[in-house]
């Protein structure tokens, strides 16, 4: 087997392996930051939506409140 042909074949092996569906969370979510251990003051927050894609508002600290389940996500071809 010529050295050209078999880097075709291996490129094509890897790029099929690569382009898999990315798998999204099971649900959506989001969080609470917080000023300050009281947790009574919101200063920002993040939310990640059922395609992954990461929402944020204000600003992030060392004080977070859970992560709150949003909403169930559809599973595959639904």
């Known amino acids: 087997m010529n050295r050209k042909f078999f880097s075709t074949v291996l490129l094509a092996i890897v790029m099929v392996a690569s382009s898999s569906v ?22 920002g927050g993040k939310f990640v939506s059922c395609s992954g894609v990461v929402y944020r508002w204000g600003i992030t600290s060392l004080y977070w409140g859970p992560k709150v389940i949003e909403d169930l996500c559809p599973g595959p071809g639904n």
């Open 22 to 43: 990315f798998a999204g969370p099971s649900f959506s979510w989001s969080q609470t930051y917080y000023s300050d251990a009281s947790m009574t003051v919101e200063i």
